[in-house]
């Protein structure tokens, strides 16, 4: 995103914010009544950066699981929070590494029969 200008930086986040190209190449301040040239230009021109633009506005917008964890932590450790926000996080803390997996053996021995259809043999419904 360095070597961009200005205007091209302008353009893709009014472009991100879902105006045409045409209407962003106008609000990025591109001078002219070739607006329509212009966005299509910086369509073919920038589309790496746009996806870039994309991974870049997300990592804001959703948090990881580290930060998650790191709320939950923080959330279970503050004295000043309600009793039974502290519980809940602490409980999702837990659940997020796996500390209340119900673990059951099955002891036993079963019989599953399996046909194989030739290609010309249609799968018939036994119920």
Do not use: C, P
Not at 69 to 96: G, P, Q, V
Not at 116 to 126: A, I, P, R, S, V
Request: aromatic content about 6%; glycine content about 4%.
């Amino acid at each position: 995103m360095d070597k961009l200008t200005a205007k091209q930086r302008a353009w893709i986040d009014y472009y991100k914010r879902g105006k045409t190209a045409t209407e962003a190449a106008r609000l990025a301040g591109y001078k002219g009544d070739n607006h329509h040239t212009i966005g299509a230009q910086n369509l073919a021109k920038l589309s790496k950066y746009i996806s870039d633009r994309d991974e870049l506005l997300d990592r804001d917008r959703v948090a990881d699981m580290a930060e998650i964890n790191a709320f939950w932590s923080d959330t279970m450790r503050d004295d000043t929070a309600d009793i039974k926000d502290r519980l809940k996080a602490s409980e999702l803390r837990a659940r997020s590494i796996g500390a209340f997996i119900e673990r059951r053996e099955i002891v036993g021995a079963q019989t599953i029969t399996v046909k194989l259809l030739d290609d010309d043999e249609e799968m018939k419904d036994t119920e």
